[in-house]
């Protein structure tokens, strides 16, 4: 097994973290990473953060360069190259040496894929003008940043009101860039019910944050030196001197395909729980493969930075000759705009409805800290159950501070398969500093018992 080649595509969080916990278990097996970036093992996460210039350097955002996992873990990182072709019958790929414009062939006897996922960015008119941006890896993070230092742009247009518009208008807003944020649907954060949104959006609108729903992305016009003067949508034309396309992310699975490896869940590439795919000695772990929903006991597609060094520590653990199986997830996840925190977990409402649930819903309204306590600010939490034996099934928190971490109660009681009365139980820690003597998810969950 040592002497086994192990070949990985992507230099991120997923691949590197199976490349580590592979060398860590066989240190004298060869080990080779292809990264068509210049960068390995950043957090991509942080980048509105580094944009929005809370950080005083992109260098903080990078984990671990090439070159020490090449001097101290003897892992042969090649960035720059970029895998064009899986020849899985011959057990080679293609690569392309991007500096120098030349293919060759590489052989391996294990193969993992972890080539993440992109923005989505639609074909329309003037998409290409300049100061329109995607955000995915570093390097386009560090492009936004050099535009905004060098071009001084004073209206942002913010196309997509996820996780990366909301981050992005809060970035815009820190660089005094007055923001727009414009978005198809008729409510911010899809992965959040409509009353739950409501309060984030009355939040953005307080923050002077123009935001328009339902309306669509049309084209963008040009000025003559070629950047983009504004966004045409199917209402109106906004001027903008910089735009961020936040509509989304596709995983990046085109070269598994063509391969003849099996897609599933939103044409991410299929996987079981050791991250085998369904050819025999490739796997697949990050944003690029499927995972297993706790809740809905069915293969969804969701793309966070959680889940990738998760799937790549379960895939290094059974590359290596070991034994695990990646349980599943709930889509735990959490942002914040200024003193706002956003975050959810398992089903929404609305994801119950549509799975045929039995479900009963409360929302209530509390404090946090306890209400007497200087500093005391508002916190809403909904709580999804099960009608039958009211095991959690979800939840949702839009607060200020110290709310957003909260959501980690609702995973946990979640994943341990607790009900209404058990999650009320909870012996969960008490001071006015930090809470009421009851906290607010179990205020949620009281409503149920």
Known sequence: MNNKKLIVIGGDAAGMTAASKVRREQPEREIIVFERGYYTSYAACGMPYYIGGQLESEEHLIARKPEVFRQKQNIDVRIRHEVTEIDQKNKRVKVKNLDKDKYFWEAWDDLLIATGASPIVPKMENIDAGGVFALSTLQSGIDVFNFIKEKKPEKAVVVGGGYIGIEMAEAFLGRSIDVTLIDMAPQLMAAFDTDMAELILGYMREQQVKVFLEEKLVKFEKNADGSVKS??????TIPADIVILGMGVKPNAELAAIAGIELGAKDAIQVNKRLETSVPD????????ESFHLVTQEQVYIALGTVATKHGLV???????????????LGTAITKFKEMEISRTGLSEKEAKDSGVDYLVETITSVTPAGYYPGSEKISVKLVVNKQNQRILGGQIVGFRGAGKRIDIIATSITAGLNAQQLVDLDLAYAPPFSNVWDPVQIAARKFV
């Open 231 to 236: 966004v045409i949508t199917d209402k109106q």
């Open 315 to 329: 895939a290094g653990i059974n590359i290596s000759g070991g034994s695990a199986r990646f349980p599943g997830v």
């Open 282 to 289: 490739i796997w697949a772990a990050g944003d690029c493969a």
